[in-house]
């Protein structure tokens, strides 16, 4: 009886080990399709990461700028929902004139972006410094539209107090009163 007590649980642990190492595989394999996601998206972006920069320095493309920053922007006040995602690939089409894939393929690079910078509220910060850098004139309005568009389909049309305070650094940035 002990034997058999032993030989069960065995196979108890065994199969315990062996259920833990096929879900490893498993989020190894989704992972891999995230990261396979964001390589793509780069390449027909023609994004390229310098080295010994940051990768928002890296950014050539306005609207790419533009993109992840509004995306951060929809992040600051939690985790967008689905209304919330479909608004802003609607008004990155209208406002900005991008795509649909496109609009898409900026929102996959944003998100990794706004990774690399350890969250949305430093994003916010680097990448409109960054939009400043590449188009001075002519992104403040597209970006205020879209994110005036994107606070519309967020929760009851406010913005959470992060929003606020990034909308205040958005002025300061663009020196807007």
């Given at each position: 009886m002990p034997v058999l007590l032993g030989l069960l649980g065995t196979v108890a642990i065994a199969y315990f080990w062996i259920v833990r190492a096929r879900n490893a595989a498993e989020m190894t394999h989704e992972l891999a399709g995230v990261a396979s996601d964001?390589?793509?998206a780069a390449r027909r972006l023609g994004f390229r990461r310098r080295y010994n920069t940051h990768p928002v320095e890296s950014i050539d493309e306005p609207n790419l700028a533009l993109s992840a920053l509004s995306l951060a922007f929809v992040e600051l006040a939690g985790l967008p929902t689905a209304e919330q995602h479909a608004a802003l690939l609607r008004s990155l089409q209208s406002n900005v004139g991008q795509s649909l894939k496109d609009a898409e393929e900026n929102l996959i690079l944003g998100?990794?972006?706004?990774?690399?910078?350890n969250g949305a509220e430093p994003a916010v910060t680097r990448l409109a410094r960054r939009l400043l850098k590449l188009d001075r004139e002519g992104s403040f309005d597209p970006l205020m539209a879209v994110l005036d568009d994107v606070a519309k389909a967020?929760?009851?049309g406010e913005l959470s107090e992060r929003q606020k305070d990034a909308l205040a650094e958005i002025a300061r940035i663009f020196k807007i009163n």
């Open positions: 964001v390589i793509a998100r990794w972006l706004i990774t690399e910078c967020g929760l009851h």
